[in-house]
């Protein structure tokens, strides 16, 4: 069986968009010592403007830490969770596409 290069690429940018997406709220966590949420927006100023590209780029780690916080202590129907879960998944394709990119901007590839 024969899978498509471009199955693989759609793969490889899910895979790539979650890492990154854990990755920035990870590093966002560690460096300002403070959660990072879709929250951040809302501050208003030069730090909703700063965090506009952690927030887009960290969206599908926060889509399902959310929902996975919410299936939990409020008791979300499974529907929900899975259409979380689908729309942090585009997303996360989405993402990881760009940051591909990125890198083989970077790499002159």
Do not use: C
């Not at 490889?12 to 979650?18: T, W």
């Not at 730090?47 to 916080?69: C, E």
């Amino acid at each position: 069986m024969r899978i498509e290069p471009a199955a693989v690429e759609a793969i490889q940018s899910l895979f790539i968009g979650f890492a990154f997406a854990g990755l920035m709220a990870s590093a966002f966590e560690l460096f300002t010592e403070k959660r990072a949420d879709f929250q951040l927006l809302q501050t208003g100023g030069l730090a909703a403007v700063a965090s506009v590209p952690v927030v887009v780029f960290s969206a599908p780690f926060l889509i399902l830490r959310n929902t996975v916080r919410g299936r939990r202590s409020d008791g979300r129907p499974f529907a929900f969770v899975m259409l979380a879960s689908m729309a942090a998944s585009l997303w996360s394709v989405a993402s990881g596409r760009v940051v591909l990119d990125m890198l083989h901007y970077v790499g002159g590839a």
